[in-house]
């Protein structure tokens, strides 16, 4: 299944506040995109809601960070390959001062938390070091 760029994607709907800090919030959203019958489908997903992707086989789950709930100001994001029974981290960036404070981490672990935890995370085999 093809990854897009972020910006082919249909702009997210469902924006939830994170708290990574006592005076820090921001914002996720998350989208899943999927294929059946030759044809493509694209989820806002409730970032909330735990194990709601458990029963959907394959596709593309983006996981994207925000300073905002307007979705102006852009600061991270992962892309992982869902398979039934792996997470495959694909691509992940985090822009500015948001380098190297662990939001792939975060991604991360939302990524399992809307599949289930059912699924093996691991990284492609390709470095993704210099998107971190």
């Known amino acids: 299944m093809q990854i897009y760029a972020p910006y082919q994607y249909p702009d997210p709907e469902i924006f939830r506040p994170v ?3 006592k005076d820090t919030e921001l ?5 899943f995109h999927t294929c059946a019958e030759e044809k493509d489908f694209i ?3 409730n970032p ?3 194990g709601i992707l458990k029963d959907i086989p394959h596709g593309n789950l983006l996981i994207d960070l925000w300073s905002d709930d307007t979705g102006e ?3 991270a994001s992962t892309v992982f390959k ?3 029974d792996t997470l495959e981290l694909a691509e992940s960036r985090a822009f500015g001062k948001w380098r190297n404070m662990g939001l792939v981490n975060l991604m991360t672990i939302r990524a399992q938390d809307v599949t289930g935890w059912t699924r093996e995370i691991f990284e492609m085999e390709r470095s993704t070091a210099g998107y971190l």
């Not at 914002?27 to 989208?31: A, C, D, S, V």
């Open 82 to 84: 869902a398979t039934s």
């Open 43 to 45: 989820m806002d997903v």
């Open 48 to 50: 909330d809601t735990l």
């Open 19 to 21: 708290s990574i800090g």
């Open 73 to 75: 100001d852009w600061i």
């Open 27 to 31: 914002f996720i959203t998350i989208r």
